[in-house]
């Protein structure tokens, strides 16, 4: 197997976030593919094989983190149209076949890529006390994103708030079936970003992600709504850092973003 590092949402190396990508004839089972993510160690790992041509897709993706299989992963499917573009492996826009359904990978001239993913739908939710603290900070509003991203948007009181945070990791996964994902207005939108957020995923063995897609199909609707414009800037503030241009469209979100291969390799077991 042939594995590529790329880091998605970024333009230059060890920064945004990175994936493993593989691209397979076939699926090996279920216990072999978590075994090379486990290795890979990232936050997620692709692993795609060509369709039959004809079909609804091209491509069938699938994504899994070091302890578990993922229903969508945005960065890991950027990487991945990185990759079948860069290597030419595949020309113009993929059709990837997935578990949330055909999503669509468009390269621009400029080099970025735009991912066609599903909105993710916003009901508004009281979380429990136990979240807030091992949060650290007190929520303005809190909602669920619904099956496929299967986090908790919550908006804290400022960007110096989603910086700042330090969450107890070991609680949230005790108190939080789902992950949280912290953000905030931008304290400045003349720097290029409209609003910021961090991830915090240790229901799923991912402490912080550094910059994540699919979190933004939740953050995109519910930005666009507060700020009154379909086409926003998010900037996620891990310490790796990443940009994500979204563009609203009712039950679709546009992400765009640029990714860069940084590490080549082959699996020699």
Not at 118 to 143: K, N
Not at 233 to 248: I, Y
Request: net charge negative.
């Amino acid at each position: 197997m042939r594995i590529r590092i790329v880091d998605a949402f970024t333009d230059r190396p060890f920064a945004g976030n990175p994936a493993g990508v593989l691209l397979l004839d076939t699926f090996p089972d279920d216990t072999r593919l978590q075994s090379v993510a486990l290795e890979v160690n990232h936050a997620e790992t692709a692993f795609a094989r060509r369709l039959p041509p004809g079909g609804p897709a091209d491509w069938a993706l699938r994504w899994f983190t070091p302890t578990t299989e993922v229903p969508m992963c945005g960065h890991a499917t950027l990487a991945t149209a990185h990759i079948l573009h860069t290597t030419g492996a595949h020309e113009g826009p993929v059709r990837f076949a997935t578990l949330s359904g055909v999503l669509t990978a468009t390269p621009g001239e400029d080099g970025s890529i735009t991912l066609d993913f599903p909105t993710a739908p916003l009901t508004p939710i009281t979380i429990p006390d136990q979240v807030a603290q091992a949060l650290g900070t007190e929520p303005l509003t809190a909602h669920d994103t619904g099956p496929n991203v299967g986090n908790l948007v919550i908006e804290v009181a400022d960007e110096k708030t989603v910086r700042g945070l330090t969450p107890d990791h070991a609680a949230l996964a005790r108190y939080a079936r789902h992950g949280i994902i912290a953000t905030a207005r931008a304290e400045d939108p003349s720097r290029g970003y409209d609003f910021v957020s961090r991830c915090f995923f240790p229901n799923i063995g991912i402490d912080e992600d550094p910059v994540t897609g699919g979190a933004h199909t939740a953050l995109a609707p519910y930005w666009s709504k507060r700020l009154g414009r379909p086409d926003l800037t998010g900037l996620q503030a891990s310490p790796r850092s990443g940009l994500v241009r979204t563009e609203l469209h009712g039950d679709r979100t546009l992400l765009t973003g640029r990714a860069i291969t940084v590490i080549d390799g082959e699996l020699l077991v």
